[in-house]
């Protein structure tokens, strides 16, 4: 029997992560932190942000590129606004902390706007901005990243995935999370086609000349992605500016690195000193009603009669719930085996207690 | 001989708009505040959103749909945020008042997020997020709009071209400013197509049944705009997302129309009832260099060598910066015949003086 699959009760991956970071350092509180964000990452479907990459983070702490002491410091502020410096911890510690100080200011000034430097990968960028949901506001969250998006006209990545994430409450609990990219796709997604050894639909990513490519290789060796909208016709100077945006709010704001200044994708030869906002709006300081509005919008669009009737219009959020639903009526989270058992050899080498699938086969 | 375009002196344009507007009973303030957001419009470049609308502002104060008495007020505050009702007026009038108000709250706690209600289509977004330029700020500036975008997956409009804009100021007045709608391209690009024979790009619109065309006429009457993006696999569904963000911030947070109760376009039978969202943020309550670091990121991108020597990389307001210096070399805005033609009949129609040709033919 060929199992491609295997599930892993949601507690198991958590405590697999912990245990793994405390390996090396890492202080227990911040272990907790990054292995929340990344289960968060797997449970929403979003598998190239979560125990995947957790490799990565260990190395990190264990080569010291990333700091295991301290706390993120506030050096500015006002009632709404805060600089913090994230003091080169793991991305999810400065993400809370930024988060908190912002829900904490949008509850006594209906706005708190936080931006943080000095900060690392911090895993999906709706887990910040959904923790406004907690309490009733809007949250939003947005980093730069390394470079791997080639602006309209250029031939040469001078801006990262540079990712938008907004979550706003509805009424019962339901709510809209929008977090894209502001390239088309995903660098993963191209790098899955390639080992496939499937073209990539045209609009996804440039050659080393700046011109569309439905080769990934081209794309993923000299090119790079191409933002939003594609080329220049169908749009892409948008996506381009939406990235550029993103250093705004981040790089410029928070004079951390940025742009082409960031350390090459998968490149850890020094800190990252990333750039992050955090955002949180209290709709109480608004019109009243905020919570039905949105239900009453997100009805009217996933209530809209779909061209293919196999395919529902869905809202923002509503492929991340369905994976969710799925890992909670499965009992676990479905793991493609190679990652469970290279997580494994990984864990082995670093002495931690492996993962312990649940005792279920899966399709 | 045959001209097919005229140069027009930016003041008699201003004041060509102002006494149109002054002759059907408009507030003097309110005709100067309309008259220079759509002077505006045209010399960025942007002629949908100037001179070329003006009848439809008289039209909307001749019949009432639009108020031509008094201001904005403010229904809810606080140091950081506030919420307007827009109480029907000129959409410019609004914006500006809003606008003012952000920027006032920015100067004291480094951030104004400032909603309205009752307002009215206000032209070019960029107008009111280029206002904080002039205070070193960065601006933003949201309008939700008639019902012309098509969900990825379905096959009705219920979202409009709903445009982002953010400015934020470099060294020595240098600026970057994005003004995009959340539509792949505006809807005046696909009836120029329409009109001109031609066919128009996959991933601009769509048919009736929701399937990308390239018929212009089937995107016009029936169909519908595409979200930035294009169709799913390209990414569309951002662009969906993106519409559905501008809702949040504009009717959700206001309680003003949205989505698809928003009246149609270009039909004016009730008042429009807008919601927009303008935003101010003080650079100086973050990491100190924001302009230095503003201009260096323009010229990472405007000095990428280019795919086309002939297209240089632009940065989000440099087409329109092109526009202006050559308004200015020319000495006025170069307008198409046939619009001055139109609005001088419009102009008598109502016993206003005609405009005033400058004594120069263009090519």
């Known amino acids: 029997m060929s199992m491609s699959r295997c599930l892993i009760a949601r507690a198991e991956v958590q405590t697999f992560i912990e245990r793994c970071m405390l390996s090396v350092g890492t202080k227990p509180s911040h272990a907790r932190s990054l292995a929340e964000v990344l289960v968060e990452g797997d449970r929403r479907g979003h598998y190239s942000h979560g125990l995947n990459r957790m490799d990565v983070y260990v190395k990190d702490i264990r080569t010291g590129i990333c700091a295991k002491e301290g706390e993120p410091v506030v050096e500015r502020e006002t009632v709404a606004t805060g600089l913090v410096e994230g ?35 911090y895993g999906i960028a709706a887990y910040y901005a959904m923790q406004a949901l907690k309490e009733n506001m809007i949250g939003m969250s947005y980093t730069n990243t390394s470079p791997l998006v080639v602006p309209t006209r250029a031939k040469e990545c001078t801006l990262g995935t540079n990712p938008i994430s907004v979550a706003a409450p509805a009424a019962n609990g339901d709510s809209f999370v929008l977090d894209m990219a502001t390239s088309a796709v995903a660098f993963g997604k191209v790098e899955l086609h390639d080992r496939n050894g499937n073209t990539i639909p045209e609009g996804w990513g440039c050659d080393s000349q700046g011109k569309l490519s439905t080769d990934p290789s081209k794309v993923l060796r000299g090119g790079g992605l191409v933002p939003i909208g594609g080329c220049e016709i169908t749009g892409g100077y948008k996506g381009f500016g939406l990235g550029l945006m993103v250093e705004v709010f981040c790089g410029m704001l ?67 719930r369905i994976h969710m639903e799925k890992c909670h009526s499965l009992g676990g989270i479905p793991y493609h085996l190679s990652v469970v058992n290279h997580m494994n050899d990984f864990a082995k080498s670093i002495g931690v207690t492996t993962l312990l699938p649940v005792d279920k086969v899966i399709r």
């Open 87 to 121: 003091n080169n911890l793991l991305g999810p510690v400065v993400g809370n902390f930024c988060m908190n100080l912002a829900l904490r200011k949008a509850r006594d000034v209906g706005i708190g706007w936080v931006v943080a430097r000095g900060s690392n990968h």
């Open 254 to 320: 928070a004079g951390s690195q940025y742009s082409r200044y960031i350390r090459t994708w998968r490149v850890t030869d020094r800190a990252a000193n990333l750039g992050q906002c955090f955002v949180a709006i209290n709709p109480e300081n608004f019109s009243p009603g905020f919570n039905d509005r949105m239900s009453d919008l997100l009805s009217i669009h996933r209530d809209l009669e779909p061209t293919d009737p196999e395919m529902p219009v869905v809202a923002p959020g509503d492929p991340e």
